[in-house]
């Protein structure tokens, strides 16, 4: 694998697709652990998240439900750090366990924002799902449940991973080389 140029900036290698694969399945074998006996609903957040939605929930072996929110807090490639909503939770939680699903943490704000939702929808719980987690950007208190791999405070691109919109379709993850 080389380097590769997306738009204006150029990115290395970060994580194999077999790698990627392996934490998919670590964090489904845990949910699936966890979660026996109940039916959950795995909450998508759109748009970075659908490679990863798609794979784990290949390897979920529950009776579950899925739907999707989309919000969008990044521009280029830094947080804004406001969150917007830009397609809403119409499904009814209310007594459910939400598992939302993330394709990375990064400041956390975009997490508050979906407790905030569901708890005015009075989810029964809720916890988080993540494939990627970078714990020197985090500044919020929500414990993050399920990580696939921690990573530092970079940027990174593919495997639903956005640089402006591109890259989403890379089937493994790069990172910014500057
Ligand atoms: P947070 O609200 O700051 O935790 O950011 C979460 C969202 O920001 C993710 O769902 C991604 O869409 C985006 N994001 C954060 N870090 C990166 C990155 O390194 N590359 C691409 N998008 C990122």
Same mark, same amino acid.
């Given at each position: 694998m080389d380097i590769i140029t997306v738009k204006d900036k150029s990115f290395k290698p970060y994580i194999s697709e077999e790698e990627l694969q392996a934490s998919v399945k670590k964090v489904? $074998?845990?949910i699936n652990d966890d979660y026996k006996g109940s039916t959950p609903i795995f909450l998508g957040? +759109?748009?970075g998240s659908f490679m990863f939605f798609g794979d784990l929930l290949k390897s979920i072996d529950l009776e579950c439900t899925v739907s999707f929110v989309k919000l969008a807090s990044y521009e280029g490639t830094g947080s804004t750090g406001q969150v917007n909503e830009l397609i809403g939770l119409n499904e009814d939680v209310e007594g459910k366990d939400v598992? +939302?699903?993330e394709d990375i943490v990064d400041t956390g704000n975009t997490l508050v924002k979906l407790h905030e939702i569901l708890s005015e929808k009075k989810a029964r719980s809720v916890k988080i799902a993540t494939l990627l987690y970078k714990p020197e950007a985090y500044k919020k208190h929500h414990p993050i449940d399920y990580v696939g791999?921690? /990573?530092p405070n970079a940027f990174v691109l593919g495997y639903g991973l956005d640089y402006d919109? +591109?890259?989403r379709n890379i089937? $493994? /993850?790069y990172v910014l080389n500057d």
């Amino acid at each position: 694998m080389d380097i590769i140029t997306v738009k204006d900036k150029s990115f290395k290698p970060y994580i194999s697709e077999e790698e990627l694969q392996a934490s998919v399945k670590k964090v489904a $074998s845990k949910i699936n652990d966890d979660y026996k006996g109940s039916t959950p609903i795995f909450l998508g957040i +759109l748009n970075g998240s659908f490679m990863f939605f798609g794979d784990l929930l290949k390897s979920i072996d529950l009776e579950c439900t899925v739907s999707f929110v989309k919000l969008a807090s990044y521009e280029g490639t830094g947080s804004t750090g406001q969150v917007n909503e830009l397609i809403g939770l119409n499904e009814d939680v209310e007594g459910k366990d939400v598992i +939302l699903v993330e394709d990375i943490v990064d400041t956390g704000n975009t997490l508050v924002k979906l407790h905030e939702i569901l708890s005015e929808k009075k989810a029964r719980s809720v916890k988080i799902a993540t494939l990627l987690y970078k714990p020197e950007a985090y500044k919020k208190h929500h414990p993050i449940d399920y990580v696939g791999m921690e /990573i530092p405070n970079a940027f990174v691109l593919g495997y639903g991973l956005d640089y402006d919109g +591109l890259g989403r379709n890379i089937s $493994s /993850i790069y990172v910014l080389n500057d």
